[in-house]
């Protein structure tokens, strides 16, 4: 429910009778009526699909050349992804043909 004076998203709140009312946060504007207000939270039903866990695989990722930082080893996979806001530039992560470590690269 929404305020008819300000258009703010009404919330349940006590009045002093201990009632729960509707009440604009910004202009304080209460709307009263006889419907019962209940405060609860609404649950998704198992609709039964199952997922499969897919083995982690590299082999699809570019192998390019860089230094490990945990064994030195001169090959990793690469993938970038966007992780701040569209105007910052994606993030690099890299993965250790050999140990399989993973870092960012800011470079």
């Given at each position: 429910m929404f305020c008819p004076k300000d258009g703010s998203l009404l919330v349940p709140k006590?009045?002093?009778k201990g009632?729960?009312?509707?009440?604009?946060?910004?202009c304080g504007h209460k709307k009263t009526g006889d419907k019962k207000i209940v405060l609860g939270e609404m649950k998704q039903k198992d609709d039964g699909r199952k997922f499969d866990v897919?083995?982690?695989?590299?082999?699809?990722?570019?192998?390019?050349?860089?230094?490990?930082p945990k064994c030195g080893h001169r090959?990793?996979?690469?993938?970038?992804?966007?992780?701040?806001?569209?105007?910052?530039?994606a993030t690099k992560?890299?993965?250790?043909?050999?140990?399989?470590?993973?870092?960012?690269?800011?470079?």
């Open positions: 006590k009045d002093a009632k729960s009312v509707m009440t604009c946060p910004t897919v083995e982690e695989n590299d082999d699809h990722l570019p192998l390019v050349d860089t230094e490990c090959k990793a996979h690469f993938w970038m992804i966007q992780t701040r806001a569209a105007d910052e530039p992560f890299m993965k250790c043909e050999k140990c399989k470590h993973t870092w960012r690269d800011y470079k």
